[in-house]
């Protein structure tokens, strides 16, 4: 991974850590994202909203490719 990637990586977790800690109606086992059949990602409204922000402009192509993955 490189730091790049790794940066990603941090700031989209903290993201969603902070998403979800915030979010009584997250449980346990549903994240702000769901990852179809066909493999394609779907963001929740919340995190869709997160991420359209123009700080995070950076994220959402790579989250698509690699969100899932970091919850292997």
Known sequence: MTEDQADKAIRLLN?????VINH???CDS???FTVLPSGTVVFD????ALLSK???ADLVEWAH???ASLFE
Do not use: F, G
Not at 15 to 19: C, E, F, G, H, T
Not at 45 to 48: A, I, K, N, P
């Open 30 to 32: 549903r994240l702000p």
């Open 45 to 48: 409204e919340r995190l869709s």
């Open 54 to 56: 123009p700080e995070n």
């Open 65 to 67: 490719h690699n969100i």
């Open 24 to 26: 009584d109606d997250y």
């Open 15 to 19: 993201i969603i850590d902070a998403l």
